[in-house]
Nanobody, 121 residues
Framework: QVQLVESGGGLVQAGGSLRLSCAAS????????MGWFRQAPGKEREFVAG????????DYADSVKGRFTISRDNAKNTVYLQMNSLKPEDTAIYYC??????????????WGQGTQVTVSS
C-alpha cells in the first residue's frame, strides 16, 4: 500500500513563503512521477506542479509559475514544493499525488491526505 504524507502547511501572510513536503512509502519512489494539487473551498481540485520520475520533466500551473518550485529527493523518498510570494488566492488544501513515471497532471494513482495552506492579506 502506497502512503503519501504531507507536511509543512500553515498560516502565512501575503508575500511570505512556505515549503511543503511529501514523504512517500510503500513503493519504489523513483519509479513515480510526483505532483501537487490544491483545492480551495467551493472549487475543484486543480493541478499545481509536477515532476517526472527522473526529474527531467517539470510542469507548473500558470498561476504559480515563477513563484513555486517543485523538487524531489529520491534518497529521502520525498517531494517538496517551495512556495514564495504567496497570495491570498493560494489558500487551499494542498495534496500530494503520484503516478507511474510521468508528471501526474491526470490519472493520479495515489493521493495524500492534504495539508492546509492559509495566506492572510
Amino acid at each position: 500500500q502506497v502512503q503519501l504524507v504531507e507536511s509543512g502547511g500553515g498560516l502565512v501572510q501575503a508575500g511570505g513563503s512556505l515549503r511543503l513536503s511529501c514523504a512517500a512509502s510503500g513503493h519504489t519512489f523513483n519509479n513515480y512521477g510526483m505532483g501537487w494539487f490544491r483545492q480551495a473551498p467551493g472549487k475543484e481540485r486543480e493541478f499545481v506542479a509536477g515532476i517526472s520520475s527522473s526529474g527531467a520533466t517539470i510542469d507548473y500551473a500558470d498561476s504559480v509559475k515563477g513563484r513555486f518550485t517543485i523538487s524531489r529527493d529520491n534518497a529521502k523518498n520525498t517531494v517538496y514544493l517551495q512556495m514564495n510570494s504567496l497570495k491570498p488566492e493560494d489558500t487551499a488544501i494542498y495534496y500530494c499525488a503520484a503516478r507511474a513515471g510521468v508528471v501526474p497532471t491526470t490519472r493520479v494513482r495515489y493521493w495524500g491526505q492534504g495539508t492546509q495552506v492559509t495566506v492572510s492579506s
